[in-house]
């Protein structure tokens, strides 16, 4: 009961939110503000430390680098499909500094599924199936959403798509 009473009330309060109405807890404690990023193409990614994606830090912080003028990227840890990120937040920060460079938004560590869903990405959910994105929208780790400058989804990528493939890029050009 408590779950249906949450995930209404979140339902009806994000349904009419834009992206921008979003501020959530950083990696390294300070807040991430969405209406920062007007103007700005978002891609929001929900990450892991061990997944078989877990390389495409490389590439997200590669495109970070390159776009960065135009575009955002936001990481969201997030442990949901095979227990992939199990560390703390202080853990995956240094695992994603060492190990990759990653220079670019960690949000803190969040459910992007299930009862305990984030409510941003239940926001993303719902948008994406405004754009005709299939249930579930997310099935593992590093799937991305690109949010236009306007706050506006425009695309959900599979997290088989490379950062740094054309399919990711034409938006940016």
């Given at each position: 009961?408590?779950?249906?009473?949450?995930?209404?009330?979140?339902?009806?309060?994000?349904?009419?939110?834009?992206?921008?109405?979003?501020?959530?807890?950083?990696?390294?404690?300070?807040?991430?503000n969405f209406s920062n990023y007007k103007g700005?193409?978002?891609?929001?990614?929900?990450?892991?430390?061990?997944?078989?994606?877990?390389?495409?830090?490389?590439?997200?912080?590669?495109?970070?680098?390159?776009?960065?003028?135009?575009?955002?990227?936001?990481?969201?840890?997030?442990?949901?499909f095979g227990a992939q990120e199990p560390g703390?937040?202080?853990?995956?920060?240094?695992?994603?500094?060492?190990?990759?460079?990653?220079?670019?938004?960690?949000?803190?560590?969040?459910?992007?599924?299930?009862?305990?869903?984030?409510?941003?990405?239940?926001?993303?959910?719902?948008?994406?199936?405004?754009?005709?994105?299939?249930?579930?929208?997310?099935?593992?780790?590093?799937?991305?959403?690109?949010?236009?400058?306007?706050?506006?989804?425009?695309?959900?990528?599979?997290?088989?798509?490379?950062?740094?493939?054309?399919?990711?890029?034409?938006?940016?050009?």
């Open positions: 009961m408590k779950a249906l009473l949450l995930a209404l009330f979140f339902s009806f309060f994000v349904m009419g939110s834009s992206i921008y109405d979003f501020k959530i807890a950083g990696l390294d404690g300070k807040e991430i700005k193409k978002i891609l929001v990614v929900n990450t892991a430390s061990q997944c078989g994606y877990t390389p495409q830090y490389a590439d997200l912080e590669k495109l970070y680098e390159t776009y960065k003028d135009k575009l955002v990227i936001i990481g969201f840890p997030a442990n949901n703390t937040n202080t853990e995956i920060a240094s695992f994603c500094k060492k190990n990759y460079g990653v220079t670019f938004p960690m949000a803190e560590k969040v459910s992007v599924k299930g009862d305990d869903i984030h409510p941003i990405f239940k926001y993303l959910d719902e948008e994406a199936k405004k754009i005709g994105a299939q249930d579930p929208i997310i099935k593992w780790n590093f799937t991305k959403f690109l949010i236009d400058e306007n706050g506006k989804l425009v695309k959900v990528f599979p997290s088989k798509v490379n950062p740094m493939s054309e399919e990711i890029t034409v938006f940016l050009n």
